[in-house]
């Protein structure tokens, strides 16, 4: 079977001259939980806006393989972008909700891609969108909160909502952009579980950039490092010994574990 | 390099002001020779030129000059030896162009203690300004009523700008138009505002008024062209502030332009935006009593009807309706925008 996607060579050079990512080569498998890591700086950031064209790739390939046929995404232009970005669903540190909508509204908006604008503006929803958000705010276990502000939601609970929106896209990635940065341990956990069982109950591939290792561990299914934009390792999150570990991080790191 | 420029440019200015003053000082010139522009202009750029190579001529012997102070980068500002005030050329630089500028300044303006307090004209102010104190409240209802036509007056211009703003705005906000092409129409867009709000409300009345007629109609026009202009400016002052995360999280359902403008932008400019509109009516009732001055309609037509027959109790009575509205407006609308924060 073909890989979901095929990164060749990916290159990203930003106008102000950093090289964020220096030919990077990888496969996705298709239904695989993918743990991109390495320090702050590394390029994991950069590597999945390229994915999904938030910014835009200066070099190299990414097939795109689905049932319908294959397709570059490093070389799209205008509304095939937009027409990718439904299929490429992505979540972030920050949750990048829109505050002031209440959290079903927020939801509902992960299916902008396929509504009509004028539809959209006046807040016209289709039946079946409202259903499915309204189902995968139960999957992640806040239907109750569905008709309060966003901001008035713990982190947690915001990513959480955040996860709902991703899936009303009816995406074929998820990419998490650091889906845990920015919450506490105990919620850590309560998070990567949601987007497991998001991976094994709805077969969704995910591509997610973590910081600890402890959390790699337990939740990827396979591993890629970057270090200063370039690929070091690839395999088996178990196979990440101390050496492994040292390579990446550099010497003199020490590794911290969440409980 | 840009700060050499800027250095130079500064100086040579100084430099034929200064000597431009002195010229005309010793000279004595008369008044045909002081209105031969293109001739004094000539005169002055030769001054400019000669002013930045003394500006050069100073650099090279190690003299700081008063651009140089200005303008030079931080890191080579810091001088070893610290010299005493008066023995730095910059400042005498400075308190040379201070001094000749006032002196200049009060023959400009005429500025006489003698008339100041000349006593027939002193008295005459002062019976102006007692019947400006005792104000005819016979025509309080008609002034209430043209008050009223000034507010509607605002209100029309408010109301009518703000959709052409609200769009314009995001036209006009660097992180929307990032494409090349948009950046393009970014900047035309932007200099078409600054040249539209750089020409007072008062002009604008004035070519309405020969447009459309003397009346409410040509000030409200006026008026809002110049909101148009200005809340644009500060609405898409707002869009520039806004967080960029909801922007990355819209965009990433792949929503277009105008639906990540919709969901992501609006939600958090609604509130400044009602902010700002509010203030511009506030300011707009202000400008609105001066534009009937000339010929916008409302109170200040009025006004300028009685000042004209120099009916001064008549005047106070208009003079006393417009400061209590504007004092009013101002206080609602501090309270309103605080409310709404």
Not at chain 1, 7 to 12: A, L, P, R, S, Y
Request: net charge positive.
């Amino acid at each position: 079977m073909k890989p979901i996607l095929e990164v060749k060579n990916i290159e990203k050079t930003y106008p102000n001259g950093v090289q964020a990512l220096k030919g990077v080569s990888f496969d996705v498998k298709k239904g695989e939980f993918l743990v991109v890591i390495g320090l702050s700086g590394s390029g994991k950031s950069t590597l999945l806006r390229c994915l999904n064209r938030l910014h835009d790739p200066t070099g190299g390939e990414v097939i795109f393989n689905t049932e319908k046929g294959s397709a570059d995404i490093a070389n799209m232009k205008g509304g095939k972008i937009r027409h990718l970005r439904k299929d490429l669903a992505m979540i972030f540190q920050h949750f990048n909700l829109i505050p002031r909508h209440t959290v079903l509204s927020n939801v509902l908006m992960g299916g902008l891609g396929h509504t009509s604008t004028i539809k959209s503006m006046l807040g016209i929803f289709p039946e079946e969108d409202i259903a499915r958000a309204k189902k995968y705010l139960k999957l992640v276990g806040i239907e109750e909160k569905a008709n309060v502000r966003a901001d008035q939601l713990s982190g947690g609970q915001q990513q959480r909502v955040a996860i709902a929106r991703a899936l009303t896209q009816n995406p074929k990635i998820l990419l998490a952009d650091e889906p845990v940065a920015s919450l506490d341990p105990a919620t850590c956990h309560t998070v990567m579980d949601y987007l497991k069982k998001v991976n094994q109950e709805l077969g969704i591939t995910i591509i997610c950039n973590l910081h600890f290792l402890s959390l790699v561990r337990q939740y990827a299914t396979r591993v890629v490092a970057l270090k200063d934009g370039k690929l070091m390792y690839e395999g088996d999150p178990k196979n990440i010994d101390d050496a492994w570990f040292e390579q990446i991080y550099g010497e003199g790191a020490k590794e911290v574990h969440i409980e | 390099m840009g700060s050499i420029i800027k250095r130079a440019v500064f100086d040579s200015i100084i430099f034929a002001y200064l000597a431009i003053i002195a010229l005309i000082v010793v000279v004595k010139p008369t008044e045909d020779q002081m209105l031969m522009l293109g001739k004094n202009s000539l005169i002055f750029l030769g001054l400019f030129v000669l002013g930045g190579a003394v500006s050069f001529l100073l650099n090279g012997a190690k003299i700081k000059t008063l651009g140089e102070q200005i303008f030079a980068p931080d890191h080579i500002t810091i001088e070893k030896i610290s010299k005493p005030w008066y023995k730095k050329l910059w400042t005498w630089q400075l308190l040379v162009v201070f001094v000749v500028t006032v002196v200049a300044g009060v023959n400009q303006t005429n500025f006489s203690i003698y008339e100041l307090t000349d006593e027939r004209g002193f008295s005459g102010a002062m019976r102006l300004f007692g019947d400006l104190a005792n104000p005819n409240l016979e025509i309080l209802p008609k002034a209430v009523l043209k008050i009223i036509e000034t507010i509607y007056i605002a209100f029309m211009a408010t109301v009518l700008a703000v959709p052409l703003a609200f769009i314009l705005s995001f036209f006009t906000a660097k992180n929307v138009m990032t494409h090349p092409v948009a950046f393009v129409i970014y900047l035309g867009l932007r200099t078409f505002l600054n040249v539209v709000r750089s020409v007072e409300a008062l002009i604008w009345a004035i070519i309405f008024s020969v447009w459309v007629g003397i009346g409410p109609f040509a000030g409200m026009l006026a008026l809002m062209l110049h909101s148009v202009a200005s809340l644009a400016k500060q609405y898409s002052e707002i869009v520039e502030s806004v967080s960029d995360g909801p922007i990355e999280g819209i965009r990433a359902t792949g929503a277009n332009f105008f639906q990540v403008i919709w969901f992501a932008i609006v939600p958090q400019v609604v509130l400044p935006y009602i902010a700002f509109t509010i203030y511009r009516w506030d300011i707009n009732v202000r400008m609105a009593t001066i534009i009937g001055l000339v010929g916008g309609g409302g109170i200040g037509t009025m006004l300028i009807k009685y000042q004209g027959q120099a009916m001064w109790q008549e005047v106070g009575c208009i003079v006393v309706v417009i400061a209590v509205v504007v004092w009013l407006m101002d206080t609602a609308s501090a309270y309103l925008r605080e409310a709404i924060k």
